[in-house]
RNA sequence: CGGGACGUAGUUCAUCGGUAGAACGCUCGGUUCGGGACCGAGAGGUAGUGGGUUCAAUUCCCACCGUCCCGACCA
């Protein structure tokens, strides 16, 4: 390619919008620009990149079994009905018409569609199991983009979706596809943590997310640097003993200041450790309009995936609204950790770490001590609704971690969940009995991968990207051109190249000074620089974009 | 959707009641030519949109639209 007619030049500036690395290089170096907030056009030289990390994805999927195919973008919002998506999904569903009233979804996600073409052909058992996948653009109605390709409105996704006859079967794909992300993600450089993390509705061992750490990451996860990773969402904890061998006192109402209304305040007054106190968080289901109440040791954050499971109502709970409190005749900061009418209370398990609260029946100038779990109140069920942090203990007795990350892929245990609510998703088994399919699907997002890529590898200069993933092998740069026979070798050097099958971008621009070009180079990030000039000689001045020291080598050393 | 910031040239920013200016980039000419050179000339803006206040609005006020950050949300 020469890059005098390379579309998508280089600029000095980013736009002061940009904050994160990757979003500044790859504008500034010419890879995307924005449409509109969450939708990129991916420029040539972004788009070469894409494709390579597509191929390399392409090519392990492949070597797993999977098969690569695709489905249309525009779903029939039918199939959407027929697993009630339309109204349970998390993200908000684009839906579009066509000229005869037909409603469809702009694809998120493809569950649906490859359950439909799957039970067209009512499969035997014979048939499976297997694996097939698409790269197709996913539309989101993220309610907040951000950070350039981090989280996008569009964007290119793998997603793959297995067909097993039973869960251990299952098991195996899932194993085989953990092993191939593995691989892809290593073959672009990229150092993945897989960790533990929540699959919604269905709960379980198996859904992983692949995360590379970064501090501008989304993705939150807890580790003891060895063996457990795992999302905040998920992730367990050893809860420390407080003082449950002390004994019980008798349960009191006392009187309090009225200016003790926070946790500070109670801390202030009873001089005695968050840890003491009882915390009540009240959440709404937004479809049954139910209030919940979570009961937990005032020091310990109620983590809302967890309660979620817990009363099962995955993807439901909101945080209560004054109104709500109002309703089950309660305000904030005074919410009884028992008694009010119409809500369900749950606590955590660490209610068994204390003897003797302080707090659970707050009124205007009076509160309770001596509080005790099991003889003054109890829940509908204590249960793990508490979220992990760092310096926590696991059972194991190791300390976590908090990390950030970016969440490049995922893999995940659907189970039954589509099979059986979509009508005649089966196979026929051996006995001639139909039976639901046992589902797993598999994602890797290829612009967020792409935007992970650069913020792993970059220094002041630019970009520095892996060979693997690079949009072009060598950056070849012409110097002092206006010497027709310097000009005329570095277009040699070129064609040469080409024809040998090398990928190359030539810098084949004339009034451009030298520095110029380079910087250019390095903002680029193509992993080799050759260099024509009248210093050069017979030779080209070879540079690894990773390295200060250049070399002069023979066009038949680069060519062989 | 809540909180905050902002919208002026392709980009970064100035001007802040009196009809818009710089740098970079771009075009042309010349001098340079191994780490973002220099000189000269030039093109490029209905100041997001609409309304209001005012003799006068890019500037003040309101609404809408759009953008970014934090939060909520995120198969």
Redesign the pocket.
Known sequence: MLYSKLFG????????????TS?KLLY?AGFIR?S????YFILPLGQLVQSKIMGIVRYEMNKAGAQEMLSPVLHPLVLWEETN?TKT????LMKIRDRREIWFALG??A?EMFVDVVRKFRPSYKDLPFNIYQFAM?F?D???????LL?VREFI?K?AYSFDVDEENFKKEYKNMWNTYSQIFKKMGLNTIVVES????IGGEYCHEFVVESD?G?TSFLTDREKYNAHVDVALFERDDINSTEEEKPFKIVEQPEWVKTMDDNIKHYQLPKSRFLKNVVYKNRITKEIIIAVIRGDLDVN??KLEHAVNAV?Q???ATEQDLTKIGTKRGHVHSWGHKGARYIGDLSLKTVKNFIGGQKEKSTDTINVNYGRDFTCEKLADIALAKETYLLETGKKLVEKKGIEVG?I?QLGYHYSKKMKDATFIDKNGKEKPFYMG???I?IGRTLAAIVEKFHDE??IIWPESVAPYKYHLIG??L?DQSIKSKVHQVYKELLAKGREVLFDDRE?????????????IGIPY?L??????GDKI?L?KRTEKS?RLVSLDELAS
Request: with cysteine; proline share 1%; glycine share 12%.
């Open positions: 030049k280089t600029v000095k500036n980013a736009p002061s919008d940009a904050t994160l979003h500034q924005e509109t907030a969450g939708r998506r999904t998390g993200f908000e998120g996600t569950e996913k989101r993220e309610l907040r983009a951000r950070g350039g989280r996704m997603d929540d699959n919604g509705y501008i989304e809302k995936t993807g709970l909101e945080d995922n995940f699907c598999y994602g997002g200069q630019g110097l002092d206006k009034d451009i000074t030298a520095g110029n070009k380079f910087a250019d180079a390095d903002l620089r260099v024509v000039s009248k210093r050069t001045e540079k250049t």
